[in-house]
């Protein structure tokens, strides 16, 4: 059974960077053909694909998102990062890491049927 599980500030302020790791059990970021993603929802708002790390290493990031986002992985742990430059109350939101076994997520991100493995989701608020 694959687990992922979102960590990290619950709070930042506008202009900071937000950063959230998401630890993985279960299987090994690299062992299998699958796309570990970050997805936010936004109060009142849906889901938001921002973008995949492959097991392979290739990362891939939500055109809206790709100037301010980072991704990044450590195998020796087996966790991915997120890293959210410059944030404003705008991205204030409920942070998810999911898998998916599909390579099409890299291009359509929000096909939500792809995904068989989310973690519980993180709360992030930015306020000052």
């Known amino acids: 059974q694959v687990q992922l599980q979102e960590s990290g500030p619950g709070l930042v302020k506008p202009s900071q960077t937000l950063s959230l790791t998401c630890t993985v059990s279960g299987e090994l970021l690299t062992a299998n053909v699958a796309y570990w993603s970050w997805v936010r929802q936004p109060p009142g708002k849906g889901l938001e694909w921002m973008g995949a790390i492959a097991y392979d290493g290739s990362i891939y990031y939500s055109p809206s998102l790709k100037s301010r986002t980072s991704i990044s992985r450590d195998t020796s742990k087996n966790r991915f990062t997120l890293h959210l430059r410059s944030v404003t109350p705008e991205d204030t939101a409920v942070y998810y890491c999911?898998?998916?076994?599909?390579?099409?997520?890299?291009?359509?991100?929000?096909?939500?049927?792809?995904?068989?493995?989310w973690g519980q989701g993180a709360q992030v608020t930015v306020s000052s």
């Open positions: 999911a898998r998916s076994p599909d390579a099409r997520v890299v291009a359509d991100g929000s096909s939500w049927s792809q995904y068989d493995y």
